[in-house]
């Protein structure tokens, strides 16, 4: 059973990367850059949701520092291009055929290191500060947020106050949704895992998940440094496509923002965070003809979303084949 | 008979307020404890130090895993954490029913049995949890926030024992409990005892525990009032006084 389960998995990993493939060579140059680039924000506001789903929505934790991570990922990852990488490739020569490799190569280093920064982050945040529980958690993890966004600006290195520019491009759609697509399946099988059960043990009760044997706070700081290595990875996106990284990206309200995406698309569903994500992205760029009305009508169906749909829009649920084909009973 | 839990003169407090005030007490292999007491006097405080959910201020707390009669070197639990505590065969039913609500009664199950590997004993468990409470066999898949209140506390019950634990936890498991299901309830952790697991049992109601068990305490603001057989207690004038609202 097993074997089937991952065969079947790997089956569907190989058919999205052809697709994915398949529509960065023909949609892409066909629907032009400005549709590429909300295409990308959705893609790296999907890893952003979910991954902070993870530590918010199935471990409970109440964490809005999630765009501090992004901003360490990312200039983490820029950092590393634009110093070391882009120079290291300009060596190469640049031909068709060497570019093709050595650039998504470097792209992967660098976001694996730009990741590996957050997730050190949220180890050394995470360890003091998730014994803490509710509201004094989010406010410790708003400051930290703070703290790495303003080490940061202050920090000539990496531009500043000024923003770092000159960043290679090397994001694609591909890499992008590539990414989210790895990003929700790690997170669904580890929710599928028994330490995912675990996770969920925390946020219903933590006395009675620690009465179960379960180390809880080795179980959230898991959760959150797996969480924070997905948002620098999402902030390496970021930066390898804007080529600029300014601290104002980052600040205490793009985690809000992230935070809405979670909530809207209702805690613990894997599925409403990606849609809530999609359409948040979408939707002020669809008002733009509203020019200044733009986001009081965004927030307004924020209200009415919450006050419709309190428990968000997938209410914990998540999406399921048998809904499309009624024929298809889950075994 | 030899201890399997031995007390000493255990302290603990909530910053200034101090909940326990010096208890000493045994618990002997195989036999079924009650502590009882008004509310305020200290009793969950006193299963959640042992379990390790609250830390003593001084004291200390042994366990035997076989009980003190061989050659082992008692562990304290009060030097370990609550999962660590799990691990050595102690296992709490939380006071209030605090069972994962979001969880089918049967992943409320497996969650007890979090700190085992061995799939055939987990089922044994599984099937002998069943076999105490046919309700729990019936709504298997349901959501466990979906349960009645009695059939919450069943698995609250259930779950502990999904550890295979020596030495079981109870706190109020009459809370809130209908009079025919607190005596399902009582009857089925006669049952329990009855298969060899020894039982540390804090309640409010003194008929039901005194009856149940062999050796009472009676605990008041924070120390132990009066000690003894159940028997003994059932009959004591200061116990049918204030516990039993006899005159």
């Not at chain 1, 120079?87 to 694996?112: C, H, R």
């Not at chain 1, 966004?149 to 994001?171: E, K, M």
């Not at chain 1, 949704?177 to 669904?188: K, P």
């Not at chain 1, 059960?197 to 797996?226: P, Q, S, W, Y």
Request: with cysteine.
């Amino acid at each position: 059973m097993k074997q089937r389960g991952a065969t079947r998995t790997l089956l569907v990993a190989a058919l999205y990367l052809a697709v994915l493939l398949v529509l960065g060579n023909t949609l892409i140059p066909f629907i032009g850059p400005y549709y590429t680039q909300v295409l990308i924000f959705i893609g790296i506001n999907i890893i952003l949701a979910v991954s902070l789903n993870l530590i918010l929505g199935f471990a409970g934790q109440f964490s809005i520092g999630h765009a501090g991570f992004m901003a360490l990922g990312g200039y983490t990852s820029a950092a590393l291009s634009f110093y070391v990488l882009a120079p290291l490739l300009a060596g190469f020569g640049t031909g068709g055929l060497i570019s093709a490799i050595s650039e998504p190569a470097a792209l992967a280093v660098s976001l694996l290191v730009g990741g590996l920064a957050a997730a050190l982050a949220g180890l050394l945040v995470g360890i003091p500060t998730l014994r803490l529980r509710g509201d004094y958690l989010a406010i410790a993890t708003l400051g930290m947020g703070e703290i790495i966004r303003v080490v940061i600006l202050n920090t000539d290195f990496v531009g500043g106050a000024r923003g770092f520019t000159d960043i290679p491009r090397w994001t694609t759609f591909t890499w992008v949704f590539l990414l989210a697509g790895l990003c929700i399946l790690v997170v669904r099988n580890l929710i599928a895992s028994t330490m995912g059960r675990a996770l969920i043990a925390v946020r219903e009760d933590e006395d009675a998940a620690a009465a179960m044997g379960i180390n809880t706070t080795r179980h959230k700081v898991f959760a959150f440094v797996l969480g924070a290595f997905f948002a620098g990875v999402a902030g390496g996106l970021q930066a390898h496509y804007l080529q600029y990284l300014h601290t104002n990206s980052f600040t205490f309200l793009r985690s809000i923002e992230i935070v809405v995406f979670v909530v809207l698309g209702g805690g613990g569903s894997i599925t409403g965070s990606v849609i809530a994500a999609t359409v948040l992205t979408i939707l002020p760029e669809a008002l733009r003809g509203a020019e200044s009305w733009r986001m009081v009508i965004y927030s307004a169906l924020l209200v009415v979303m919450m006050l419709t749909r309190p428990q968000g829009l997938m209410g914990g649920r998540e999406f399921q084949w048998s809904w499309l084909l009624p024929g298809m009973k889950k075994k | 008979m030899s201890t399997l839990l031995q007390i000493d003169d255990l302290h603990v407090s909530y910053g200034a307020i101090r909940a326990l005030r010096g208890i000493s007490f045994k618990v002997d292999k195989g036999a079924v404890v009650t502590l009882i007491g008004a509310n305020g006097a200290g009793k969950s405080t006193l299963l959640r130090t042992i379990s390790g959910l609250l830390r003593p201020k001084q004291g200390q707390i042994l366990y035997w895993a076989d009980g003190n009669g061989g050659s082992e070197q008692p562990c304290r639990l009060s030097d370990l954490q609550a999962h660590d505590v799990v691990r050595k065969g102690v296992a709490q039913v939380p006071e209030g029913r605090i069972i994962f609500a979001n969880l089918s009664v049967k992943e409320n199950l497996q969650m007890g049995a979090f700190t085992r590997n061995d799939k055939a004993g987990i089922a044994q468990d599984m099937d002998y949890v069943m076999s105490l409470f046919p309700r729990l066999a019936e709504r298997i898949k349901q959501n466990a926030g979906t349960l009645s209140g009695g059939e919450q506390q069943m698995l609250a019950i259930g779950r502990a024992l999904m550890s295979r634990p020596r030495l079981l936890l109870l706190d109020e498991p009459s809370l809130g409990l209908s009079p025919v299901l607190v005596q399902t309830v009582f009857a089925t952790i006669r049952q329990i005892n009855g298969n060899g697991t020894t039982i540390l049992l804090v309640e409010q109601n003194a008929h039901m525990a005194l009856t149940t068990a062999q050796t009472g305490f009676v605990l008041e603001t924070g120390t132990i009032a009066l000690s003894g057989p159940c028997s003994e207690l059932l009959h004591s004038d200061d116990v049918r006084r204030t516990y039993l609202g006899e005159n």
